[in-house]
């Protein structure tokens, strides 16, 4: 029985070999698992196989050029040894189509990833066109291939996507080390988007290798690798590179950073370019490099490093805000020494950066739109963190020095600072070499705020500052300080530190009072600021001020008292002010009196220089420290009470003029005309003295009346020397009698000394005047009746004293002088 199957079994291989050699042909065949058209089949000592067509219902495995070559050459020795003819014509997959042909030792293969004609010669496998389609790669050269060791070598020149270059390889189980040299390319774009989509290379490092880094020639010294096609893992990867006409491009929406040619090495899986005479918008960026870690493996970075002594704050601000990094509203035009480092992890993306910008020389600075400069800034950046090392804000009103950081993460700060000047228009502020701390919080549009001065300020978009207690900043303000201000609360608002406005309460004690003798020492003000001054407006209404570009405050005051002292009106005022007053009065404190004026003009720069309006006449007082001067035109008689304190003349104008150091140091002339002396203790204390000596009665005369002394004109020439007030000559003169004297006053304990000399009875004289020799005798050269005074006491109480001998007497002195001098006038 065994025998009977063997025999079977021989007799039907015998029958298949007949077959076999007779050749087998089968147009169509179809399974649930394939089907073919037209296979052909015969053994001629080695198989031949032709086939049209062959469909697997199933993928392919292969998915890569590599895997495909790899496979191929495993199986190619197989072919050399079994078959003398080999043509398929199509085989085609659910994913994949391919022919191969072998017909006299010369091989064809051409699938959706290798295109492969070569010539088998013994061991060696010549190439004559090999291409990798998945990378555009074609190869010329010699591969020997090794079966036994599943390896294969080759040697040769391969051109992809652009690039030419030598190469040599060594596929051993699955493990391609591969090296490629003098490679030449004028791009490497669709290389590395065929390399990124092969090997699994992270996108954005694809895109730093050629998108971000754009050049126009490429020169690959050496480039040499080791790949598991299978896994598609590499395994090392080393490479030397040249490329010119570079750029640098780290946003899209920013311009390139430029150079003239770029140095890659690839090593220890690190990518560095050595960027070579970097320039951004013509600003050199001598040392920048950028340089990409991990290149295959997890935790890659980017590492850019850019470094300028050119580059400016307002050029590396949109680089960092491309990668969500902002240095808030700090900004400069001007050049920085900068190092910039940005730290770019891939996975989790995030971004750090490190760096710092500095300048020495004067240079703008800006803090949101708010302009400045800056002697100094040395700034670092680490990470989310400003750290303002050395920093200086300056500008027309403002001098800052200040350290301190300010966490971006937050947006919140603090500052110590040093404020070396800080004047605001109109002397509102003037701080000098104050050390104090601030906050900052730009989470509110740039919040400046310093608890030692109660101040809050905003400085992006609308400037907003306000300091809720004034008197924490008093003592800094010189405006605020001449005002004698208490206490208050001050608001500002505008677009900017030119143009604002706002307002604010003060408590003040200036002495200023209304003209019911009330003190005024409180009120709410209004103000606008502009390029052309300032405005500002008492809710009340008694004050309103502006200024101009000239920098005179003027102050319009209106039903005001004001007062007013020599001491501190001649002293030079930190502040150019002139005060316009209307129905408003000046106390004088040095004499406790009031002037009131229908309109006055008060000019308080380097003294006082004022001028009041009385209707038809004027007031003029300079004051200067070591000097004064007073010009009066016919004052009305109630300027003069006023200076006294009370009605001492009626009627009549006045003139005056004064000079000298002060008012205890001066000269004066004074002149008055049509006017009348009221119930003056000294006149008083004259009638009673004219009263009490019978020699003298014929001196009560009708001038002095109820209504006073009548003075048809005055003058007066006055000297005052510390406590003495001398009198060098008065001259008062009415309609029948006149007054001449002289002498003095200590207005310390009031002593008064003075000779007075009273012409009297002139319509009797007239007549006289008429008798020769008589008229001399009793009239004397003067042709008047007259008496000499001596005047003491104080002048609160004067006491009189006639120069007359004896009561019997019946003429004045004068008249005895006279009679003496009778021999001389007998020949006039």
């Given at each position: 029985m065994k025998k009977n199957i063997l025999l079977f079994v021989l007799m039907l291989f015998l029958c298949g070999v007949v077959f076999l050699m007779q050749g087998i042909h089968i147009s169509s065949f179809k399974t649930p698992y394939f089907s073919l058209e037209n296979l052909y089949f015969k053994?001629?000592?080695?198989?031949?196989?032709?086939?049209?067509s062959l469909h697997i219902n199933t993928s392919r495995q292969t998915d890569s050029s590599t895997e495909e070559l790899e496979t191929f050459f495993q199986n190619a020795n197989y072919i050399k040894i079994f078959f003398k003819e080999l043509i398929f014509d199509k085989i085609s997959y659910e994913n994949n189509m391919f022919t191969l042909t072998y017909f006299g030792d010369k091989f064809t293969l051409d699938s959706d990833y290798v295109t492969l004609i070569a010539t088998f010669d013994g061991a060696k496998t010549k190439v004559d066109e090999l291409l990798l389609k998945d990378f555009d790669f074609r190869f010329n050269g010699d591969i020997d291939i090794d079966v036994s060791k599943q390896n294969f070598d080759l040697n040769g020149s391969i051109s992809s996507f652009d690039i030419n270059a030598n190469i040599s390889a060594r596929l051993n189980k699955r493990i391609l080390d591969f090296e490629i040299s003098d490679a030449r390319a004028a791009s490497i774009d669709d290389f590395m988007d065929s390399l990124a989509k092969n090997i699994d290379l992270d996108e954005e490092i694809k895109k730093w290798i050629h998108v971000y880094i754009k050049a126009k020639n490429y020169e690959i010294y050496s480039f040499k690798g080791s790949i598991d096609t299978r896994s598609k893992k590499i395994n090392k990867l080393d490479g030397l590179a040249h490329a010119s006409d570079a750029s640098l491009f780290l946003s899209p929406s920013l311009k390139g950073v430029l150079f003239k040619s770029i140095d890659i090495k690839l090593a220890n899986d690190n990518l560095n370019f050595t960027l070579n005479e970097p320039s951004f918008e013509?600003?050199?960026?001598?040392g920048s490099k950028v340089a990409i870690t991990n290149i295959t493996g997890g935790n890659s970075h980017i590492i850019v490093d850019l470094s300028s002594n050119e580059i400016s704050l307002d050029d590396a601000k949109p680089i960092l805000t491309k990668y969500d990094i902002d240095l808030g509203l700090l900004g400069s035009s001007a050049p920085t020494i900068t190092t910039l480092r940005l730290d770019i992890s891939l996975k989790p993306f995030d971004v750090r950066a490190d760096g710092n910008f500095a300048f020495s020389t004067k240079s703008p600075l800006r803090i949101g739109e708010a302009s400045f400069y800056s002697t100094i800034l040395d700034l670092d950046l680490n990470g989310t963190v400003l750290n303002f090392k050395k920093a200086n804000l300056s500008s027309d009103f403002l001098d800052i020095d200040f350290v301190g950081k300010l966490d971006l993460s937050s947006d919140k700060?603090?500052?110590?600072?040093?404020?070396?000047?800080?004047?605001?228009?109109?002397?509102?502020?003037n701080i000098k070499n104050i050390k104090t701390t601030a906050k900052l919080d730009l989470a509110k549009d740039f919040e400046l705020s310093i608890d030692d001065f109660d101040f809050v300020g905003n400085f992006s978009?609308?400037?907003?500052?306000?300091?809720?207690?004034?008197?924490?900043?008093?003592?800094?303000?010189?405006?605020?300080?001449?005002?004698?201000?208490?206490?208050?609360?001050?608001?500002?608002?505008?677009?900017?530190?030119t143009n604002f406005g706002g307002a604010f309460e003060l408590f003040f004690n200036f002495g200023l009072k209304d003209q019911n003798q009330n003190p005024y020492n409180h009120d709410i003000f209004t103000f606008l600021v502009a390029k052309e001054g300032f405005n500002l407006t008492s809710r009340s209404g008694n004050i309103l001020a502006k200024n101009n570009k000239t920098g005179k405050l003027e102050v319009f005051v209106n039903n005001i008292i004001i007062p007013i002292n020599q001491q501190a009106a001649s002293k030079e005022s930190k502040t150019n002010i002139t005060y316009i007053g209307k129905n408003s009065s000046l106390s004088l404190s040095d004499f406790n009196r009031t002037l009131n004026f229908k309109a006055f003009r008060a000019d308080f720069g380097?003294?006082?220089?004022?001028?009041?309006?009385?209707?038809?006449?004027?007031?003029?007082?300079?004051?200067?420290?070591?000097?004064?001067?007073?010009?009066?035109?016919?004052?009305?008689?109630?300027?003069?009470?006023?200076?006294?304190?009370?009605?001492?003349?009626?009627h009549g104008g006045f003139d005056i003029k004064l000079e000298g150091r002060d008012f205890k140091d001066f000269t004066a002339n004074i002149n008055a005309k049509d006017t009348y002396f009221l119930g003056l203790k000294a006149q008083q204390n004259l009638l009673a003295f004219l009263d009490s000596i019978p020699s003298l009665i014929i001196f009560k005369v009708n001038d002095f009346t109820k209504k006073g002394f009548e003075a048809k004109t005055a003058q007066a020439q006055l000297k005052r020397q510390g406590d003495l007030l001398q009198i060098d000559a008065l001259a008062i003169k009415g309609s029948n009698a006149d007054i001449y004297g002289t002498g003095g006053i200590n207005t310390d304990n009031k002593d008064i000394k003075m000779q007075l000399e009273l012409h009297l009875l002139k319509t009797a004289s007239s007549v006289i005047a008429n008798i020769p020799i008589i008229n001399h005798i009793l009239l004397g050269e003067n042709q008047a009746a007259s008496t000499l005074i001596e005047v003491s006491g104080t002048y609160d109480d004067p006491k009189y004293t006639s120069t007359v001998a004896v009561d019997i007497l019946s003429t004045p002195f004068n008249i005895i002088k006279n009679t003496l001098s009778l021999p001389a006038n007998l020949f006039k």
């Open positions: 053994l001629e000592k080695k198989f031949i196989l032709r086939l049209e013509g600003k050199s960026l001598e700060g603090t500052l110590d600072t040093h404020i070396k000047r800080l004047d605001l228009e109109g002397n509102l502020l978009g609308k400037k907003r500052l306000s300091i809720n207690n004034l008197s924490k900043v008093i003592k800094y303000s010189p405006l605020l300080s001449e005002l004698n201000a208490t206490a208050g609360s001050f608001k500002l608002d505008g677009d900017d530190f380097e003294g006082l220089d004022f001028t009041g309006d009385y209707g038809n006449g004027q007031l003029n007082v300079v004051l200067k420290p070591n000097y004064l001067k007073i010009n009066g035109t016919n004052l009305p008689d109630t300027s003069i009470n006023d200076f006294l304190g009370g009605k001492f003349i009626s």
